[in-house]
């Protein structure tokens, strides 16, 4: 029986290479995303090649019944999932200073990022419990995709810093509280990479990475956060949880 893991937000960018890196490696793959599959085909399609039976749930992380609705259905054609990773997550629709903007810009960005993703890793979890207990090969592990902007101030975006900070508290609160079950938890901080999500700053970052923000002079790519969560989920980090690893070419160095 193939192992399956649950990648949320994979229809595009991060989320879509991080699929692809696990169907390459033997998972199938279940997705929710907000996106029409038909509208990004080709990006499934390209997990499916891969290796993937592949399950493709439209919904909303923020909407309490999608979430269940996506368990359930994960768990009806699978009957177990090894791995989550969570990484859907949005940015506010509008940039505004924080002493601007709005409540419902707010609470759009909390539902998603923070909202969804501590309730479906909730209904997950429970769910990888009872795997433990009947399949002797399941080894869960969970990866939460946060961001550098759990510790970098961005005023103009303010409700998505502190959205990925409470990510970060999410990787702690159930790292702590799985660790009885043997289910490690890691986050992962993502600095600035190439993805629809930066199109509409890229030139911004295409100056500040050339004047060397990071030592590392280059975009980041989804396939740069692939490679860790395959090694993250690879088994070979079995006494280490809670843990983050920022891929962000060395942007959270602070220099002189």
């Known amino acids: 029986m193939k192992k399956v893991a649950i990648v949320t937000g994979a229809a ?8 692809y890196q696990l169907a390459t490696e033997g998972y199938d793959i279940a997705i929710l995303d907000v996106f029409a599959q038909e509208d ?8 499916i090649k891969a290796g993937a039976e592949l ?44 002493l601007q903007t709005t409540e419902e810009s707010f609470d759009f960005v909390m539902n998603i990022n923070v909202r969804g993703t501590y309730f479906l890793t909730q209904a997950v979890a429970n ?8 399949l002797k090969d399941c080894n869960p592990k969970i990866v939460n995709i946060s ?7 961005s005023t103009s975006r ?19 509280r799985l660790a009885e079950y043997e289910i490690n938890v890691y986050e ?45 989920v690879s088994g070979k980090f079995p006494f ?7 891929v962000d070419g060395g942007l959270h160095i602070q220099r002189l």
């Open 127 to 134: 769910e990888m419990i009872k795997c433990k207990e009947t």
């Open 188 to 232: 992962i901080r993502p600095g600035i990479i190439y993805t629809p999500m930066t199109e509409v700053v890229r030139a911004k970052y295409d100056k500040l990475i050339a004047e060397g923000i990071s030592p590392i002079k280059r975009w980041g790519y989804p396939e740069d956060i692939a490679s860790v969560v395959s090694a993250f």
């Open 40 to 47: 990004v085909a080709k990006n499934v399609d390209r997990v």
């Open 12 to 19: 595009r960018g991060i989320g879509n290479g991080i699929a």
């Open 147 to 153: 961001s550098m902007s759990a510790y970098t101030s």
């Open 158 to 176: 303010g409700e998505y810093c502190i959205s990925k900070a409470g990510v970060s508290m999410i990787t702690k609160l159930f790292a702590d």
């Open 240 to 246: 280490s949880t809670g843990d983050v690893i920022n």
């Open 55 to 98: 399950l493709y749930f439209k919904g909303d992380l923020a909407k309490t019944e999608d979430r269940l609705d996506f368990v359930k259905e994960v768990m009806n054609k699978y009957g177990r999932i090894d791995v989550l990773v969570n990484n859907a997550g949005v940015g506010p629709k509008v940039r505004m200073d924080i």
